[in-house]
């Protein structure tokens, strides 16, 4: 089936670094085309521009939009932000995602439930002596 657009949440994960991910729409179902990720803004649209086709739409969306969207500008000129309005999530989209997912995959056992980061988390890295970048990647 062909895929329609892609969806690109982008947050400003502080410490000049964005979080994002990028999803495309397929028979009605978002599915992931670029993991969740935290990197330099640079990175990240130079990945983004890789994924997006040609002629294809690519909607962003997000507050890192607000400190880097020049970034994102120049690799993606063709990009369309989203308004302001649509950058925070409501939790009723929220909700009615997780209901979707429970009635799809069924419940999810509560010591499964982990956060996910885009890079390790600072506190992490420092015990375990490593960086705690991450480098963009596909799926």
């Known amino acids: 089936a062909p895929r329609v657009g892609i969806t690109v949440p982008i947050l400003d994960a ?10 495309v729409w397929v028979d009605g179902a978002a599915r992931r085309l670029i993991a969740e990720t935290t990197c ?18 690519a909607m962003l969306l997000g507050d890192g939009l607000r400190a ?45 439930l982990l956060p996910g980061y885009g890079r390790v988390p600072r506190f992490r890295a420092r015990a375990n002596g490593e960086e705690s970048a991450a480098t963009p990647t596909k799926r």
Request: some cysteine.
């Open 14 to 23: 502080r410490r000049g670094e964005v979080a994002f991910a990028a999803f």
């Open 68 to 112: 880097y969207r020049a970034v994102f500008d120049a690799s993606l000129p063709r990009a369309r932000i989203l308004p302001d309005s649509m950058w925070t999530p409501r939790a009723a989209h929220v909700g009615r995602l997780g209901e979707r997912l429970l009635r799809t995959e069924g419940p999810t056992p509560a010591p499964a």
């Open 40 to 57: 330099p803004p640079a990175e990240a649209a130079d990945c983004l521009s890789e994924a997006v086709a040609d002629g294809e739409e």
